[in-house]
């Protein structure tokens, strides 16, 4: 069964989607700890560093999310289709550091901090996606040219004595 390239396309702007809405709802809820700090409002847990990484991803999965619709609806250039899945795999970076740099500063967890890794999860899975995507569309776009012909050199035979 071979999935059509719209169908793919939908499924991964579904997945992006999903992963921006709850990287956002993860950035703006006060619960980054259990003790009810956020990211905003802190006491000596702030993280300058996971603050900026996780608005610079949650702007690449926007990017990529719109990117990919406008993608869906044909409308971006097939040149520049690697953008969306460039925009995914350096928002879900992005998501890991950011994830990765808070742990350092705080050990007890709330529910803001698993709901943007739960956005990283869906992001990373997107990535996936939009690549499988990505490569059978080059794939078939190489095997749709034409295949240049051998050349047949005809050589004179030569007769014998």
Do not use: D
């Given at each position: 069964m071979k999935l059509s390239e719209s169908t793919i396309l939908a499924i991964t702007a579904a997945i992006a989607g999903v992963a921006t809405l709850f990287t956002l709802i993860g950035l703006t809820t006060p619960k980054w700890l259990r003790n009810g700090y956020g990211l905003w409002n802190c006491n000596n847990v702030c993280s300058p560093s996971t603050a900026t990484l996780t608005i610079l991803s949650l702007f690449c999965l926007v990017a990529s999310f719109v990117l990919l619709i406008i993608?869906?609806?044909?409308?971006?250039?097939?040149?520049?289709?690697?953008?969306?899945?460039?925009?995914?795999?350096?928002?879900?970076?992005?998501?890991?550091?950011?994830?990765?740099?808070?742990?350092?500063?705080?050990?007890?967890?709330?529910?803001?901090?698993?709901?943007?890794?739960?956005?990283?999860?869906?992001?990373?899975?997107?990535?996936?996606?939009?690549?499988?995507?990505?490569?059978?569309?080059?794939?078939?776009?190489?095997?749709?040219?034409?295949?240049?012909?051998?050349?047949?050199?005809?050589?004179?035979?030569?007769?014998?004595?």
């Open positions: 993608l869906l609806i044909r409308a971006f250039p097939r040149k520049f289709r690697c953008i969306p899945l460039c925009l995914l795999i350096i928002g879900t970076l992005f998501l890991l550091i950011s994830t990765a740099s808070y742990l350092r500063h705080a050990r007890i967890i709330g529910y803001s901090y698993e709901l943007v890794v739960t956005g990283h999860a869906f992001a990373y899975f997107a990535s996936i996606i939009l690549a499988f995507w990505f490569g059978t569309t080059m794939n078939e776009k190489s095997t749709a040219r034409p295949i240049a012909q051998p050349l047949n050199i005809a050589l004179p035979m030569s007769r014998g004595l």
